[in-house]
């Protein structure tokens, strides 16, 4: 395994790194969530309207308009991942969910999940993301768009491409009950937010140093806050016996 960094965090473990030199030596995870690039150039086009090439503008709970952060001009999303990196994806999982699944080609499957942003406007109304969970197309209705969000409100958003914990937290509940979860392309690690407030064990991977720091940050206080919910771990062997 060849990393620049690792940080531990109570029972999370954060990697800077590129995912095939990482991926591949971690323990396999009950759930892994990935949200890779979808090799949309999205990393560029963030902060512009993509009719008119002028910054997006959002309203803010006042009713004006602000334009929306600039993240810097990064093009990490020039490129889906290669078939390599996403069959190592799904084998380090029991099971798998990857966002942005109808972009890179993933074979046929019953459990698509839909994430509803409730956008008006020129974005996408939802985007869709593969797994080879069992069941059926589930969805989910949560507004994200600018500063009209329905979580994380009063946190200012960290990445370009950023994505709620909550919905991050649906996609672990849509797993069952999984006891442990991964997320390469970790980003400013929604999943792993999701994770540690459930009290689950996680690794995470990203090979961007800013957007590492920023999940190590957003890790931290998620591990400062404590769970949500009490885990639910697997009974003793011995308690049956008695
Ligand atoms: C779509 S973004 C993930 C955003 C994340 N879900 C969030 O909410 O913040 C993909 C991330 O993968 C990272 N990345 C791209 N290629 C990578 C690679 N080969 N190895 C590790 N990280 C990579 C990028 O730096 C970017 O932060």
């Not at 803010?60 to 600039?70: A, L, M, Q």
């Not at 593969?130 to 009063?154: C, K, Q, T, Y």
């Amino acid at each position: 395994m060849s990393y620049v960094q690792k940080v531990v965090i109570g029972d999370a473990t954060l990697y800077q790194g590129e995912v095939l030199q990482v991926l591949p030596f971690l323990p396999v995870v009950d759930l892994v969530i990935a949200d890779p690039p979808y090799g949309i150039g999205e990393s560029k086009k963030r902060n512009t309207n993509r009719a008119h090439n002028v910054p997006v503008c959002a309203k803010n709970r006042k009713g004006t308009f602000v334009p929306s952060t600039d993240y810097g001009d990064f093009d990490w999303d020039k490129n889906p991942p290669t078939a390599e990196e996403v069959a190592a994806t799904i084998a380090a999982g029991k099971n798998c969910i990857i966002w942005g699944g109808n972009h890179i080609g993933m074979p046929p499957a019953s459990k698509w999940l839909c994430w509803d942003k409730l956008n008006s406007g020129d974005f996408a109304d939802c985007e869709l993301a593969w797994s080879n969970l069992p069941g059926a197309v589930r969805i989910f209705r949560h507004m994200w768009n600018g500063m009209l969000r329905d979580s994380e409100r009063d946190t200012p958003r960290v990445h370009p491409t950023q994505k709620p914990i909550a919905l991050m937290a649906w996609c672990i509940e849509q797993a069952g009950k999984p006891q442990s979860v991964g997320e390469p392309w970790m980003g400013s690690a929604p999943a792993g937010c999701a994770a540690v407030a459930l009290g689950l064990p996680y690794w995470g991977i990203e090979r961007d140093p800013g957007n590492f720091a920023k999940a190590v940050k957003r890790i931290e206080q998620a591990h400062a806050q404590g769970q949500l919910f009490a885990p639910e771990r697997p009974k003793q062997e011995q308690e049956a016996l008695l």
